[in-house]
């Protein structure tokens, strides 16, 4: 295992803890580079982007642009094909099939003989008490996944439970789940009941009872013996280092979501007991995912896009690498950047034939 990658799963678990409201602070963050690891051909790369809107990717490019290929096609070059890239708040109506054939020709707009194609999964909001604004054309998620990597792909579903566009499960081979989502964010603004339309609480009570229902999504998938990744705008800076100048915590309630989401998906004992990746290999690095507009960059800044993994991934060393895209050119149209992980296919998958095998033999094999 690279020595970035030998840090303590203790300490991660100490870096996610809620901190204290006050503490001294650092100076906020400069450009980066998500530097990417070389290309390995086992190795699958899983990007996230809360987009905002797909609009600006879909474009047609100046004539000075090579290739005149859409945003979403450079994008996808620049980062040499990854297998995945699951996109937030894609702002597409369910109705509207003309967007959604869009976004998977700008994915593949210009592609030569040699060069990969995409795939897009889609889950839009059909919630029509909580999810109306704009026509429709609010929150959603889409997958990108490349074609010649799609025969690993057993199943794309989404749950009963999301009726907002919220959620894409993708279960692959290798007993690997990478889960997209746009999670809750916590507001006061009534929630309605879907079925009556009924208020029944607030958008708050609706983002914890979200959280409960993905870790229960997840504890299932564990016991199973699956490997899960979490993956996307999660709507929590975990812990204090991840929000500048500081973490929000007015109203309370803000405070009572982040130690919700850090009980369930890191530290209680009968929780999801996963890894922050990010804060697992870069340790007290200070990068941020996501800049609102208004202040000037980086005066206001948040680690909210978030990739979490069950801690089999990271104690069988299949994690390779993880970054925040956060370099100029990446930052693009959104008021968020890329993320992305790489995770060791082959290793997994060797690791799945030593399980099988010692389950039919009863003999212990070592895959390391």
């Not at 996109?87 to 959604?100: F, H, P, R, W």
């Not at 929000?243 to 979501?257: A, E, F, I, W």
């Not at 970054?323 to 100029?328: F, G, T, V, Y």
């Amino acid at each position: 295992m690279p020595p970035a990658l030998k840090r303590s799963l203790s300490s991660t678990s100490r870096s996610i803890s809620p901190p204290p409201i006050r503490r001294k602070i650092s100076p906020g963050p400069g450009p980066g580079t998500g530097t990417e690891p070389a290309h390995v051909a086992d190795h699958v790369r899983i990007f996230s982007w809360n987009v905002n809107g797909v609009g600006p990717l879909l474009q047609k490019q100046l004539s000075f642009s090579p290739g005149g290929l859409s945003p979403l096609r450079l994008f996808l070059r620049r980062h040499r094909w990854p297998q995945f890239l699951c996109l937030q708040e894609v702002k597409i109506s369910a109705k509207d099939t003309a967007t959604q054939r869009q976004l998977l020709h700008a994915a593949n707009q210009g592609h030569g003989l040699d060069d990969p194609t995409y795939n897009v999964h889609f889950s839009l909001p059909r919630d029509k008490y909580n999810a109306t604004g704009f026509g429709g054309k609010v929150q959603g998620v889409a997958t990108l996944i490349r074609e010649d990597f799609a025969p690993q792909v057993r199943v794309t579903r989404r749950p009963d439970w999301d009726l907002e566009g919220r959620v894409l499960i993708h279960e692959l081979e290798a007993d690997v789940v990478v889960i997209n989502g746009y999670w809750v964010n916590g507001t006061s603004n009534p929630y309605r009941d879907p079925q009556t339309g009924q208020v029944a609480g607030t958008r708050h009570d609706h983002k914890l009872r979200f959280h409960q229902r993905m870790l229960e999504e997840v504890i299932r998938l564990q016991e199973q013996g699956r490997h899960v990744i979490l993956i996307g705008d999660m709507n929590i800076a975990p812990a204090r280092i991840d929000g500048y100048p500081n973490l929000r915590t007015s109203p309370l309630q803000h405070v009572k979501n982040r130690a919700d989401f850090n009980a369930k998906f890191f530290t209680d004992e009968n929780g999801m007991r996963g890894i922050d990746i990010f804060r697992h290999i870069h340790g007290d690095t200070r990068k941020y995912t996501y800049y609102p507009r208004g202040p000037r960059w980086g005066e206001s800044c948040d680690r909210v896009d978030l990739i979490v993994v069950s801690r089999s991934l990271v104690e069988d060393g299949c994690i390779t690498g993880t970054d925040i895209c956060d370099s100029p050119l990446d930052r693009g149209h959104s008021d968020h950047v890329p993320l992305w992980i790489s995770v060791d296919f082959a290793k997994l998958q060797s690791r799945q034939r030593a399980v099988k095998f010692e389950g039919r033999t009863g003999v212990r094999t070592d895959s390391h």
